[in-house]
Protein backbone atom coordinates (compact mmCIF):
# COMPACT_ATOMS: atom_id res chain seq x y z
CA UNK A 1 0.00 0.00 0.00
CA UNK A 2 1.04 3.32 -0.84
CA UNK A 3 0.54 6.67 1.47
CA UNK A 4 0.02 10.11 0.03
CA UNK A 5 2.69 12.36 1.03
CA UNK A 6 0.06 14.43 2.90
CA UNK A 7 -0.32 11.16 5.21
CA UNK A 8 2.77 10.18 5.42
CA UNK A 9 3.30 13.90 7.05
CA UNK A 10 0.73 12.80 9.34
CA UNK A 11 2.41 9.82 10.49
CA UNK A 12 5.56 11.23 10.89
CA UNK A 13 4.30 13.82 12.76
CA UNK A 14 1.76 11.78 15.20
CA UNK A 15 5.43 9.29 15.61
CA UNK A 16 6.89 12.29 16.86
CA UNK A 17 4.21 13.51 18.86
CA UNK A 18 3.75 10.56 21.23
CA UNK A 19 7.66 10.26 21.26
CA UNK A 20 7.53 13.68 22.93
CA UNK A 21 4.34 12.76 25.14
CA UNK A 22 6.25 9.62 25.93
CA UNK A 23 9.29 11.59 27.36
CA UNK A 24 7.65 14.43 29.11
CA UNK A 25 6.13 11.41 31.28
CA UNK A 26 9.19 10.71 32.65
CA UNK A 27 11.43 13.59 32.32
CA UNK A 28 14.77 14.18 32.95
CA UNK A 29 16.13 13.90 36.52
CA UNK A 30 17.77 16.93 37.70
CA UNK A 31 18.34 18.30 34.74
CA UNK A 32 21.73 16.21 34.80
CA UNK A 33 21.09 15.60 31.00
CA UNK A 34 22.17 19.25 30.21
CA UNK A 35 23.48 21.32 33.10
CA UNK A 36 22.58 25.24 32.54
CA UNK A 37 25.45 27.78 33.20
CA UNK A 38 29.43 27.18 33.02
CA UNK A 39 29.60 24.10 35.32
CA UNK A 40 33.66 24.28 34.91
CA UNK A 41 33.70 27.96 36.77
CA UNK A 42 35.27 27.87 40.22
CA UNK A 43 32.50 28.43 42.92
CA UNK A 44 35.51 28.52 45.55
CA UNK A 45 39.16 27.52 46.46
CA UNK A 46 39.42 24.99 49.02
CA UNK A 47 42.89 23.30 50.70
CA UNK A 48 40.93 20.63 49.15
CA UNK A 49 41.13 21.41 45.30
CA UNK A 50 39.19 23.62 43.24
CA UNK A 51 35.56 23.45 43.61
CA UNK A 52 33.44 24.21 40.67
CA UNK A 53 29.98 24.55 40.23
CA UNK A 54 29.60 20.87 38.43
CA UNK A 55 31.34 19.73 41.75
CA UNK A 56 28.73 21.93 43.62
CA UNK A 57 25.72 20.79 42.26
CA UNK A 58 27.05 17.37 42.30
CA UNK A 59 27.35 16.99 46.09
CA UNK A 60 23.57 18.95 46.43
CA UNK A 61 22.45 15.89 43.53
CA UNK A 62 24.05 13.06 45.68
CA UNK A 63 22.28 14.08 48.77
CA UNK A 64 18.68 15.09 47.04
CA UNK A 65 18.89 11.25 45.73
CA UNK A 66 18.87 9.65 49.05
CA UNK A 67 16.47 12.39 50.17
CA UNK A 68 13.47 10.23 48.01
CA UNK A 69 15.14 6.70 47.84
CA UNK A 70 16.20 6.36 51.43
CA UNK A 71 11.97 6.75 52.33
CA UNK A 72 10.98 4.91 49.54
CA UNK A 73 13.18 2.17 50.15
CA UNK A 74 12.06 1.70 53.39
CA UNK A 75 8.44 1.35 51.79
CA UNK A 76 9.70 -1.00 49.27
CA UNK A 77 11.08 -3.13 52.29
CA UNK A 78 8.13 -3.04 54.23
CA UNK A 79 5.52 -3.60 51.07
CA UNK A 80 7.42 -5.14 48.17
CA UNK A 81 5.74 -9.17 47.31
CA UNK A 82 8.83 -10.74 46.85
CA UNK A 83 12.07 -11.11 48.84
CA UNK A 84 13.97 -9.50 45.66
CA UNK A 85 12.12 -6.45 46.26
CA UNK A 86 12.63 -6.56 50.43
CA UNK A 87 16.76 -6.77 49.58
CA UNK A 88 15.99 -3.88 46.98
CA UNK A 89 15.01 -1.64 50.09
CA UNK A 90 17.43 -2.46 52.11
CA UNK A 91 20.46 -2.00 49.49
CA UNK A 92 18.63 1.50 49.22
CA UNK A 93 18.48 2.33 52.59
CA UNK A 94 21.72 1.09 53.70
CA UNK A 95 23.56 3.10 50.31
CA UNK A 96 21.79 6.55 50.83
CA UNK A 97 22.40 6.34 54.32
CA UNK A 98 26.39 5.65 53.74
CA UNK A 99 26.37 8.47 50.45
CA UNK A 100 24.54 10.90 53.15
CA UNK A 101 27.03 10.54 55.98
CA UNK A 102 29.55 11.35 53.57
CA UNK A 103 27.74 14.39 51.85
CA UNK A 104 27.01 16.21 55.80
CA UNK A 105 30.54 15.38 56.19
CA UNK A 106 32.24 17.09 53.01
CA UNK A 107 29.50 19.92 52.75
CA UNK A 108 31.00 22.10 55.96
CA UNK A 109 34.27 21.35 54.46
CA UNK A 110 33.47 22.72 51.21
CA UNK A 111 30.89 25.68 52.06
CA UNK A 112 27.96 23.73 50.06
CA UNK A 113 24.08 23.97 52.18
CA UNK A 114 22.52 20.73 51.66
CA UNK A 115 18.83 20.54 50.97
CA UNK A 116 16.50 18.77 53.46
CA UNK A 117 13.94 18.00 51.08
CA UNK A 118 14.05 16.25 47.42
CA UNK A 119 12.78 18.13 44.57
CA UNK A 120 9.07 18.45 43.75
CA UNK A 121 9.77 15.92 40.38
CA UNK A 122 11.47 13.40 43.14
CA UNK A 123 8.63 13.62 45.50
CA UNK A 124 6.60 12.86 42.54
CA UNK A 125 8.45 9.79 41.93
CA UNK A 126 7.14 8.43 45.36
CA UNK A 127 3.60 9.48 45.38
CA UNK A 128 3.73 7.36 42.02
CA UNK A 129 5.03 4.58 43.54
CA UNK A 130 3.25 4.96 46.93
CA UNK A 131 -0.24 5.07 45.36
CA UNK A 132 0.25 1.53 43.51
CA UNK A 133 -0.02 -1.76 45.61
CA UNK A 134 0.79 -5.60 44.84
CA UNK A 135 2.59 -6.28 41.51
CA UNK A 136 2.11 -2.85 40.51
CA UNK A 137 3.82 -1.29 43.17
CA UNK A 138 6.78 -3.70 43.03
CA UNK A 139 6.70 -2.75 38.47
CA UNK A 140 6.60 0.90 39.44
CA UNK A 141 9.33 1.25 42.10
CA UNK A 142 11.61 -0.72 40.51
CA UNK A 143 11.21 1.11 37.09
CA UNK A 144 11.32 4.30 38.23
CA UNK A 145 14.31 4.14 40.48
CA UNK A 146 15.88 1.93 37.38
CA UNK A 147 15.50 4.94 35.03
CA UNK A 148 17.08 7.49 38.03
CA UNK A 149 19.82 5.45 38.29
CA UNK A 150 20.70 4.95 34.66
CA UNK A 151 21.06 8.50 34.52
CA UNK A 152 22.84 9.82 37.22
CA UNK A 153 25.49 6.65 36.30
CA UNK A 154 27.49 8.44 33.63
CA UNK A 155 26.96 11.76 35.56
CA UNK A 156 29.15 9.89 38.37
CA UNK A 157 31.77 9.26 35.89
CA UNK A 158 31.99 12.40 34.48
CA UNK A 159 32.46 14.27 37.74
CA UNK A 160 35.10 11.21 38.81
CA UNK A 161 37.05 11.73 35.52
CA UNK A 162 36.92 16.05 35.92
CA UNK A 163 36.96 17.14 39.55
CA UNK A 164 40.15 18.57 40.88
CA UNK A 165 38.35 18.18 44.25
CA UNK A 166 39.89 15.12 46.67
CA UNK A 167 36.78 15.39 48.36
CA UNK A 168 34.23 15.76 45.61
CA UNK A 169 36.21 12.56 43.74
CA UNK A 170 35.75 10.63 47.10
CA UNK A 171 32.03 11.28 47.11
CA UNK A 172 32.05 10.23 43.39
CA UNK A 173 34.10 7.16 44.29
CA UNK A 174 31.81 5.84 47.05
CA UNK A 175 28.87 6.90 44.67
CA UNK A 176 29.85 4.92 41.40
CA UNK A 177 29.73 1.73 44.00
CA UNK A 178 26.58 2.68 45.54
CA UNK A 179 24.45 3.42 42.39
CA UNK A 180 26.19 0.23 40.67
CA UNK A 181 24.94 -1.89 43.27
CA UNK A 182 21.51 -0.24 43.15
CA UNK A 183 21.08 -0.94 39.37
CA UNK A 184 22.38 -4.39 40.56
CA UNK A 185 19.40 -5.47 42.91
CA UNK A 186 17.43 -3.56 41.17
CA UNK A 187 17.82 -5.63 38.06
CA UNK A 188 17.73 -8.73 39.89
CA UNK A 189 13.66 -8.44 41.27
CA UNK A 190 13.00 -9.51 37.21
CA UNK A 191 11.15 -6.18 36.89
CA UNK A 192 12.92 -4.04 34.80
CA UNK A 193 11.70 -3.27 31.35
CA UNK A 194 14.81 -2.68 29.77
CA UNK A 195 13.90 -1.47 26.28
CA UNK A 196 11.26 1.61 28.26
CA UNK A 197 13.85 2.27 30.69
CA UNK A 198 16.42 2.62 27.64
CA UNK A 199 14.33 4.46 26.22
CA UNK A 200 13.52 7.54 29.03
CA UNK A 201 17.43 7.05 29.72
CA UNK A 202 18.26 8.32 26.40
CA UNK A 203 15.13 10.73 25.58
CA UNK A 204 13.86 12.54 28.44
CA UNK A 205 12.06 15.52 28.40
CA UNK A 206 13.36 18.90 30.33
CA UNK A 207 11.57 20.21 33.11
CA UNK A 208 11.26 23.84 34.27
CA UNK A 209 14.45 24.03 36.90
CA UNK A 210 11.92 25.08 39.88
CA UNK A 211 10.52 21.44 39.41
CA UNK A 212 13.67 19.60 39.02
CA UNK A 213 15.64 21.62 42.28
CA UNK A 214 15.45 20.52 45.62
CA UNK A 215 14.08 23.79 47.86
CA UNK A 216 16.95 25.01 50.05
CA UNK A 217 16.72 24.97 53.90
CA UNK A 218 14.72 27.49 56.40
CA UNK A 219 17.04 29.97 58.12
CA UNK A 220 18.51 28.20 61.41
CA UNK A 221 16.74 24.32 60.29
CA UNK A 222 18.98 21.33 61.31
CA UNK A 223 20.38 19.32 58.92
CA UNK A 224 17.82 16.25 58.50
CA UNK A 225 20.14 12.73 58.79
CA UNK A 226 19.30 9.93 56.70
CA UNK A 227 19.56 6.87 59.93
CA UNK A 228 22.22 4.45 59.28
CA UNK A 229 21.23 0.81 59.50
CA UNK A 230 24.13 -1.11 60.44
CA UNK A 231 21.60 -3.79 61.58
CA UNK A 232 20.76 -4.33 58.10
CA UNK A 233 23.98 -5.68 57.52
CA UNK A 234 23.73 -5.23 53.93
CA UNK A 235 27.07 -4.32 51.83
CA UNK A 236 27.25 -2.22 48.92
CA UNK A 237 30.19 -2.31 47.45
CA UNK A 238 31.73 -4.62 44.67
CA UNK A 239 27.76 -6.17 43.57
CA UNK A 240 27.86 -9.60 41.97
CA UNK A 241 26.93 -8.72 37.91
CA UNK A 242 22.89 -9.79 36.98
CA UNK A 243 22.66 -12.16 34.34
CA UNK A 244 21.92 -11.60 31.49
CA UNK A 245 17.72 -11.75 30.65
CA UNK A 246 18.86 -13.99 27.45
CA UNK A 247 20.54 -16.08 29.12
CA UNK A 248 19.24 -19.93 30.15
Same mark, same amino acid.
Given at each position: ????????????????????????????????????????????????GPLTE???? $??????????????????????????????????????????????????????????????????? $????????????????????????????????????????????????????????????????????????????????????????????????????????????????????????????
Amino acid at each position: MRLSRSRIGVVVLFGAMSLTLTALAFPAVLGLDKADGNQNRVVASTKFGPLTEADRD $FVVKVRAAGLWEYPLGETVMERGTTKAMKTAGEHLVVGHAGLDAMCREISPELGITLPNRASPQQEG $FVATVEAKSGKEFDSSAVNIMRVTHGQIFPAIAKIRASTKNTLVRQLADLANDTVLDHITVLEKTGLVEYDDVTFKQTGPAKLPREKVTPPPPQPGERVLVLKPRPDLNVNTASPTPTPSPAAP
